[in-house]
DNA sequence: GGCCGAAATGGGAACGGTTGCAATGTATTT
DNA sequence: AAATACATTGCAACCGTTCCCATTTCGGCC
């Protein structure tokens, strides 16, 4: 319970005027005497009247506020999409309300109710690696609140979406992989319910089938993002008759753990094992060799996803096509993928 | 503007019933007959009825919310912080308001205006590099609006603070690096106006003067937590009559940039310059030679904080005296610091 | 059957703003 | 001087809850 503020109605009292007036005069309506405007900000400057946001939104349905529901707040590729969400969103006016759903469908579920029932202006969701399809969200779009789903998304067109060209990032990685001389290639995947997964894998194949070579299912391991992942997968892929020569995976960080491995078992990055991770995250620069890396502009997804969230906050009633903004990956090559020349 | 949802009214006038019956009744209140409870929640059930959280807490003058103030999102530092903060934010029903200040007082300023207009119950803030004075903030003591400092925070006993024991993580830095045997120890230090700077200085100076080694100013350089600016001032210090022999760093970025430039100069770590960082950032781990680093629990710290600002919440009323919690620091010891044995 | 107290429900004023419309005051026109 | 237009301001309803207080209902008891 907090203590009471300065309110329209104290302030009216004091100026003898009524609340509408000081309510207009404060918001610089047209049609309040310019002295009498002069006077009420002159007061209220005085006795330092902010208007209850809360209340405001409550007569007028809009609350000026974002929620954003991602899987982790702390890894770094979603803090940074953070970050470029937050700057577009706070220019426009904007807050942002964060929830984690820690990669559970029942949290996500649970997190997305609370949210709507605080009158977001609108949604920007990364879904879960659990969640399979959309029946959580389907009320939302009966209540005409606008949603915008980002990186994590599922096939389908009911709901605007912005993500990475995760085909085209795999395709060119194996493509320079295939390029550079490497051709028993495997692919450390992520979880296999999550479309940014297919799609890289889809990527993979492509590339390979674009080079004739025999696509190899023991060269392609479901996993996850994490360091211990690429750990256990690499040793899988190491224990094979016939190792692969280079790793494409799923991330950076299960490229630093498949990076662990190769090395303590006595390969050499990249001569014997080439490797590439995804994510571009700001590690790969500093390791030795350094990582290449399929570098996804999570700032700039962030940004686009709360520009175009707004588009349909500010225009809601207009009929448009289903959109899919897709950024595309652009491939850092450094050292752990030069394949040194044949002799 | 929203289409309208289901609300206590449309369940009341269906049911033949009050809004004020229906309101307790999905409530629990003791008073509202049993069978009645029933139909009024399997109704709300039917209809999908969800409270409209602003308007409950228009009337309750509270608002489930938590705001909380960062410099940047997207720095791991605050990333880790942010979620340990949600993590018991959301298991206490609360939810996390994020904004980021970059930095700017001006901006940090503006805000916790909004923050404070939008009637959230608490706020927790580190602060700007720029902020010296706690004048911004001295208002919401006026609005008993409860307050948590973290991690930047500035010397004085106005409000609760969480923080680590940034001059004790110095000193067992600097005197590690003393008994590996380096003497000629430099430290690269953050924005001076900070506190947690002074800190990390207080703690390198202390560890000196424990052991008798005389401090030299040309040692000590301001710096910043970034990269570049760790190579800035690794190039200053390599540019002396008498380089030093070993580095703490004020942060991970920093001593990585100062690596950078150690190695550029055809310096080796450890054998001749010893090196230290701050953070115990997933980075310090996986470079080579890895990084010796004072770790901090920000996860920890986010969840202190949270917890702290949910008592002075929950009994705002009951005097205490001023609260610091300060959280202890872990050196890890790994291989940029291990001088090896002199023949 | 009337009375009493408890149990259950309803009425209505908040909370702090916004907003359509009516009411007042002032200036201009005929 | 009356009529008209326009500039200001006020009234009151509303947004969706909660909660105090009054009212109704009901069962038990004499």
Redesign the interface.
């Known amino acids: 319970?907090?203590?009471k503020?300065v309110t329209l109605k104290d302030l009216a009292r004091e100026l003898g005027l009524s609340k509408s007036t000081v309510s207009r005069a404060l918001r610089g309506h047209p049609k309040v005497k310019v002295e009498t405007k002069i006077a009420v900000k002159a007061l209220a400057e005085a006795w330092?009247y902010?208007?209850?946001?809360?209340?405001r939104?409550?007569v007028q349905?809009?609350?000026f506020?974002i929620g954003v529901v991602i899987p982790?707040?702390?890894?770094?590729y979603f803090?940074?999409a953070?970050?470029g969400a937050?700057e577009v969103a706070?220019k426009a006016g904007y807050?942002?309300?964060?929830?984690?759903s820690n990669e559970s469908y029942e949290i996500e579920r649970s997190?997305i109710?609370?949210?709507?029932?605080?009158?977001v202006d609108g949604l920007l969701i990364s879904i879960t690696g659990q969640t399979t399809a959309y029946d959580h969200m389907e009320?939302i779009h009966?209540?005409?609140?606008p949603i915008v789903l980002f990186d994590r998304i599922l096939e389908g067109d009911v709901f605007p979406m912005v993500s990475m060209d995760n085909v085209r990032g795999a395709l060119i990685a194996t493509e320079h992989l295939l390029t550079q001389g490497y051709r028993r290639i495997a692919h450390i995947a992520g979880p296999p319910d999550l479309f940014v997964s297919r799609q890289r894998i889809q990527g993979y194949r492509q590339a390979l089938q674009n080079w004739d070579i025999p696509f190899r299912e023991e060269y392609l391991v479901s996993s996850g993002f994490r360091m211990n992942n690429g750990e256990e997968a690499m040793k899988k892929l190491l224990d094979l008759d016939q190792p692969p020569d280079a790793v494409l995976a799923v991330s950076d960080n299960a490229a630093?753990g498949a990076k662990k491995v190769i090395e303590a078992e006595g390969f050499t990055i990249p001569d014997q094992i080439g490797l590439i991770g995804f994510n571009g995250e700001?590690?790969s620069k500093?390791?030795?060799p350094s990582l290449t890396t399929v570098s996804l502009p999570m700032?700039e997804m962030g940004r686009v996803s709360v520009k175009l969230l707004l588009k349909h906050i500010v225009y809601?009633a207009e009929p448009r096509p289903h959109e899919m903004i897709i950024l595309p990956p652009q491939l850092l090559v450094r050292e752990s993928s030069l394949k040194p020349e044949q002799v």
């Open positions: 319970m907090r203590a503020s330092g902010e208007p209850d946001l809360v209340a939104s409550l349905r809009q609350s506020t982790r707040i702390e890894f770094p803090a940074m953070l970050g937050q706070s807050n942002l309300v964060i929830c984690q997190v109710r609370t949210l709507v029932s605080s009158k009320d009966k209540h005409r609140l630093l700001p590690l500093v390791v030795r700032a809601p």
